[in-house]
């Protein structure tokens, strides 16, 4: 399989924490990117991670990029109830296509 | 809203029944992208058009028939489905460029097959 590796599965953390999330990918890549989905909805672009950046910064989310590893990292700072959300990585390969993983969700508790 | 809207919401048909999901972005893209969304599965994508010529398809069974008749527009015409296609289905639309970037998604099209 091509599919990027969320982990963990599941995250509990209260309001306030901080929240990390992994990916493992294993072909060579364009570009990683997070996305966000809520329960029943369509996914939401988070934030884009090009394969010669190390680190990328967005609001309250921090993406780490390790190719040498074929890992990714996104850090959501400070969390809110309102982040309580399904969070998936994709990758998009040198043939250019898209590869989503089985996402990781995340229950914030107020 | 993302700019991408997806008809119906929800949608419950028989195995014999034909229906059509429907998706419009109002973005400017030139690609779209069918995807299904299974519980604990990854996305699984189905189908992709580029400058309206379908350019991608994962071996989907014949019984979802995609339809792009212009960039804008794109339908999954329906036939003779199983229980286990139940799923959420994803419509995306991007701008192809040399690299394949952001994807925004319809709020998709809930299935269930009876």
């Known amino acids: 399989s091509q599919q990027g590796e969320e982990d963990p599965q599941a995250l509990s953390i209260q309001e306030g924490e901080n929240a990390t999330m992994n990916c493992s990918y294993k072909?060579?890549?364009?570009?990683l990117q997070w996305y966000r989905q809520n329960s029943g909805r369509g996914l939401v672009h988070l934030i884009l991670?090009?394969?010669?950046?190390r680190e990328k910064h967005s609001g309250r989310l921090r993406v780490t990029l390790d190719t040498s590893k074929k890992s990714s990292s996104l850090l959501i700072t400070a969390s809110r109830a309102a982040d309580t959300a399904s969070y998936f990585c994709a990758t998009v390969n040198t043939g250019n296509q898209f590869y989503f993983g089985t996402g990781t969700s995340l229950t914030v508790i107020p | 809203e993302t700019g991408v809207t997806q008809t119906p919401r929800h949608l419950v048909m028989g195995m014999t029944n034909k229906k059509s999901l429907k998706c419009e972005q109002h973005?400017?893209?030139?690609?779209m992208y069918w995807y299904k969304q299974s519980a604990k599965k990854p996305l699984e994508l189905m189908f992709v058009?580029?400058?309206?010529?379908?350019?991608e398809n994962n071996s989907v069974p014949s019984r979802f028939s995609p339809e792009c008749p212009n960039s804008s527009h794109l339908f999954l015409h329906l036939h003779t489905l199983q229980p286990e296609d139940s799923a959420l289905y994803l419509c995306?639309?991007?701008?192809?460029?040399?690299?394949?970037?952001?994807?925004?998604f319809g709020s998709g099209t809930q299935l269930s097959v009876l």
């Open positions: 058009y580029s400058l309206e010529e379908r350019v």
């Open positions: 072909t060579s890549i364009n570009n």
């Open positions: 973005l400017g893209h030139n690609a």
């Open positions: 995306a639309s991007s701008q192809e460029s040399p690299t394949r970037e952001k994807l925004f």
């Open positions: 991670i090009r394969s010669n950046e």
